[in-house]
T-cell receptor, first 112, second 123 residues
């Protein structure tokens, strides 16, 4: 799987939007972009994924650049509960195993 | 549904001891995984299984063994525990499906569901 680059940490104020960037300049045509997050002392949880088009769900939005070399996870109104490590992961469905390769992620801190 | 359950939550082992970490899921998922997470790091895949009777190595399999005799259970065995195996262990499962021909790939969903983890210390 191609690698991703994320800032180590970011800070946000409660109830403000948060834009978490991810660079993946070596992404291939069959790589999906997945986001997971890990709340303190918990296992990771799925947030959202996409291939080419922007995606929305109840948790977040995913904006994918036209050349697919970068993407942004958008939390529309950060809450204290959104404080977590956010992982941007590329998944190639041509590979067997369906495994996730986690990098360091971005630690999001939310200030009240 | 209980989702993915793991036992025990915590365990302290002495060097050279053995133990089995239990993992079970009640979602009828075909894929199951074991990851470990060292402090301040991302997760690394130890072993995975694509169905009962089928297992394969991940990124860091040395020192571990797995079996998958049923769809529901995927135990991880540590033989001869070493301090380097001190970590938090997460089990996960997913219902992987290949996108049907012609279908928009954006709607394929195979999210992995993670258990709460087992914190293991080897001293």
């Amino acid at each position: 799987d191609a690698k991703t680059t994320q800032p180590n940490s970011m800070e946000s104020n409660e109830e403000e939007p948060v834009h978490l960037p991810c660079n993946h300049s070596t992404i291939s045509g069959t790589d999906y972009i997945h986001w997971y997050r890990q709340l303190p002392s918990q296992g990771p949880e799925y947030v959202i994924h996409g291939l080419t088009s922007n995606v929305n769900n109840r948790m977040a939005s995913l904006a994918i650049a036209e050349d697919r070399k970068s993407s942004t996870l958008i939390l529309h109104r950060a809450t204290l509960r959104d404080a977590a490590v956010y992982y941007c992961i590329l998944r190639d469905y041509d590979n067997a195993g369906n495994m996730l390769t986690f990098g360091g992620g971005t630690r999001l801190m939310v200030k009240p | 549904n209980a989702g993915v359950t793991q036992t025990p939550k915590f365990r302290i082992l002495k060097i050279g001891q053995s133990m089995t970490l239990q993992c079970a899921q009640d979602m009828n998922h075909n894929y199951m995984y074991w990851y470990r997470q060292d402090p301040g790091m991302g997760l690394k895949l130890i072993y995975y299984s694509v169905g009962a009777g089928i297992t394969d190595k991940g990124e860091v399999p040395n020192g571990y063994n797995v079996s998958r005799s049923t769809t529901e259970d995927f135990p991880l065995r540590l033989e001869l525990a070493a301090p380097s195996q001190t970590s938090v262990y997460f089990c996960a499962s997913s219902r992987f499906q290949t996108p049907p021909p012609g279908q928009s790939l954006n709607i394929v969903l195979d999210e992995q569901y993670f258990g709460p983890g087992t914190r293991l210390t080897v001293t």
